[in-house]
């Protein structure tokens, strides 16, 4: 496991170096995700479960937990998103799903995003965190919430921050994944 992890590491390292970001793709569309996009997410998320610390899952996820997913965002009237490129392929996904369950919360979110690792380093990430946010302000969201790993997560980090999120808060040592412990970084922004 700690090798892929460290070519994790490597292909991020390449992929930031040789690519030139740009926030203008014009042959990406991005849409509303429907059960047809699960698979081709649930292998962006799963590469990112046994490779990274990124996400604290250990466990590859099924296709149909993407599908339950979902159906429980649209349920809620939240967003899932997804950039697809020009030969339909799947470069990325975004969502906004509850904070909390308890119904105080109901206008705080917590924010997803996920890149296929080709994707990195296109501008993607920025696209999609603003069309999420614009989605989330739509739907009479007033908070959104980034919880975000302490480690291998810089990029995010800057990104969030470039958008107007700000540190509220860390949490050492919440998590433990291969071999190592590992905190979180929490950060939120009002719309």
Known sequence: MADKHFSFRRILNSMSASKTPSNTNPSVTIRSATNDDCAEICEIYNFYIESSVITFDEKPIEPSSWQDKLQQLKELSLPFIVAKSESGQLLGFAYLAPWRQKSAYRRTVENTIYLKPNAIGQGLGPRLLSELLRLGKDAGIKEVVAVISDSEAE?????????????????????????????????????
């Open 155 to 191: 990029t995010s980090i800057k990104m969030h921050k470039k958008f107007g999120f700000k540190k509220v808060g860390q949490l050492p040592g919440v998590g433990f994944k291969f071999n190592r412990w590992l905190g979180v970084i929490l950060l939120q922004k009002s719309l």
